[in-house]
C-alpha cells in the first residue's frame, strides 16, 4: 500500500471516529482542504503520524479540541473586503433601518472581527439599541476569544486602513482601549452580541433573521453540506431578508427552496424575494 493511501486510509478512520465519539462530522468537508489542515496539524504536535496520534485524539478532548482549531478556518478581519461594508452601508442598512428592530446572524463568525466591525458600522448609522447580532463558530475556543473581543495591538493599523476604506465615520481609536499591546473593543458594542458555539452540519438555525452572513464559509464543504447550509439559511430568513455569502461563493440556484434577488452579484449579497 503506497504512503498517500495509506494516509486517505488514517483519515478515514479519524473521521469515523471522530464522529462517533464527538459528534463532529467531517466527511461533509473537501477531502483535500481537510487533508491539507490536519497534516498541518501533524506536523505542530508530538505524533509521528495520524495513527499514532488516533487513540489519544479519541480519548482527550482537550487534544480533539486542539485538532478541530487546526481545521476549521480562522482567517477574518476588521471589516474585512471593505467594498462589502460600503455596501452595507450604502445600500442594505437603508433596508433594515426601515424595521424596528433587526436580528443578524453570523455565521462562522472565527474570531469575531466581522461582528464587531457589523456593530460599528450599525451605530455610525444609527441603528442603536436596534438591533441583535447572533455570532456563531463550530470551534468553542474562537468564540471565547470572539466574546473577549481583545486582539493584537500589531494588527490594528490593518483594521484602521480596513475601517477608513470602508466608509468609517469616526476615529477607529474610538472603539477601543489599548491594553498590554492589546486592543479591547468596547463593552458597549458587546451588548447587543450573543455568541454561542453552534455546528451548521447538524445543529438548527437561532431564530428568524433579518440579515445573514456566512462569508468564505462554505468554500470548503462538499455539495450536501452546502445545501443543508442554504436551507438552514433559508429557513430562518425573513421576506426581504438579505443573506451575504464571501466574494467568490454564489448561490446555486438549484439549491435555493426560494426565489432571490441577485442584490449586488459582484459582492454575493442576495435578497430573498416573497414567495
Given at each position: 500500500m503506497s504512503n498517500e493511501s495509506i494516509e486517505d486510509l488514517e483519515i478515514r478512520l479519524l473521521i469515523q471516529g471522530v464522529r462517533e465519539v464527538y459528534g463532529y462530522d467531517f466527511s461533509t468537508y473537501t477531502e483535500t482542504s481537510l487533508k491539507r489542515r490536519i497534516n498541518l496539524w501533524l506536523s505542530h504536535s508530538q505524533f509521528a503520524n495520524l495513527t499514532h496520534a488516533l487513540s489519544q485524539l479519541l480519548r482527550?478532548?482537550?487534544?480533539?479540541?486542539?485538532?478541530?482549531?487546526?481545521?476549521?478556518?480562522?482567517?477574518?478581519?476588521?471589516?474585512?473586503?471593505?467594498?462589502?461594508?460600503?455596501?452595507?452601508r450604502e445600500k442594505v442598512i437603508p433596508h433594515l433601518k426601515s424595521y424596528s428592530f433587526v436580528k443578524i446572524w453570523h455565521a462562522g463568525c472565527a474570531t469575531g472581527e466581522e461582528v464587531y466591525s457589523m456593530a460599528i458600522l450599525l451605530h455610525e448609522e444609527g441603528m442603536?439599541?436596534?438591533?441583535?447580532?447572533?455570532a456563531t463558530d463550530i470551534d468553542e475556543t474562537v468564540i471565547h476569544q470572539a466574546r473577549e473581543g481583545i486582539y493584537p495591538?500589531?494588527?490594528?493599523?490593518?483594521?484602521?486602513?480596513?475601517?477608513?476604506?470602508?466608509?468609517?465615520?469616526?476615529?477607529?481609536?474610538?472603539?477601543?482601549?489599548?491594553?498590554?499591546?492589546?486592543?479591547?473593543?468596547?463593552?458597549?458594542?458587546?451588548?447587543?452580541?450573543?455568541?454561542?458555539q453552534h455546528n451548521l452540519?447538524?445543529?438548527?438555525?437561532?431564530?428568524?433573521?433579518?440579515?445573514?452572513?456566512?462569508?468564505?464559509?462554505?468554500?470548503?464543504?462538499?455539495?450536501?453540506?452546502?445545501?443543508?447550509?442554504?436551507?438552514?439559511?433559508?429557513?430562518?430568513?425573513?421576506p426581504r431578508g438579505f443573506l451575504c455569502l464571501g466574494s467568490n461563493e454564489k448561490l446555486p440556484e438549484?439549491?435555493?427552496?426560494?426565489?432571490?434577488?441577485?442584490?449586488?452579484?459582484r459582492l454575493s449579497i442576495y435578497r430573498k424575494s416573497y414567495v
Amino acid at each position: 500500500m503506497s504512503n498517500e493511501s495509506i494516509e486517505d486510509l488514517e483519515i478515514r478512520l479519524l473521521i469515523q471516529g471522530v464522529r462517533e465519539v464527538y459528534g463532529y462530522d467531517f466527511s461533509t468537508y473537501t477531502e483535500t482542504s481537510l487533508k491539507r489542515r490536519i497534516n498541518l496539524w501533524l506536523s505542530h504536535s508530538q505524533f509521528a503520524n495520524l495513527t499514532h496520534a488516533l487513540s489519544q485524539l479519541l480519548r482527550d478532548p482537550l487534544l480533539f479540541a486542539s485538532l478541530l482549531h487546526g481545521i476549521t478556518v480562522k482567517v477574518s478581519d476588521m471589516f474585512r473586503d471593505p467594498a462589502f461594508f460600503v455596501a452595507m452601508r450604502e445600500k442594505v442598512i437603508p433596508h433594515l433601518k426601515s424595521y424596528s428592530f433587526v436580528k443578524i446572524w453570523h455565521a462562522g463568525c472565527a474570531t469575531g472581527e466581522e461582528v464587531y466591525s457589523m456593530a460599528i458600522l450599525l451605530h455610525e448609522e444609527g441603528m442603536q439599541g436596534r438591533f441583535r447580532l447572533y455570532a456563531t463558530d463550530i470551534d468553542e475556543t474562537v468564540i471565547h476569544q470572539a466574546r473577549e473581543g481583545i486582539y493584537p495591538l500589531r494588527l490594528m493599523q490593518k483594521f484602521i486602513s480596513n475601517y477608513q476604506q470602508a466608509g468609517g465615520k469616526a476615529s477607529f481609536a474610538d472603539y477601543y482601549t489599548v491594553t498590554y499591546g492589546h486592543a479591547m473593543f468596547d463593552s458597549h458594542l458587546k451588548k447587543d452580541m450573543l455568541f454561542s458555539q453552534h455546528n451548521l452540519a447538524s445543529d438548527s438555525h437561532p431564530g428568524e433573521m433579518h440579515l445573514i452572513l456566512c462569508r468564505n464559509v462554505m468554500i470548503y464543504f462538499k455539495p450536501d453540506l452546502k445545501a443543508r447550509c442554504i436551507n438552514l439559511f433559508d429557513n430562518c430568513l425573513l421576506p426581504r431578508g438579505f443573506l451575504c455569502l464571501g466574494s467568490n461563493e454564489k448561490l446555486p440556484e438549484n439549491l435555493l427552496p426560494a426565489p432571490y434577488e441577485n442584490f449586488d452579484a459582484r459582492l454575493s449579497i442576495y435578497r430573498k424575494s416573497y414567495v
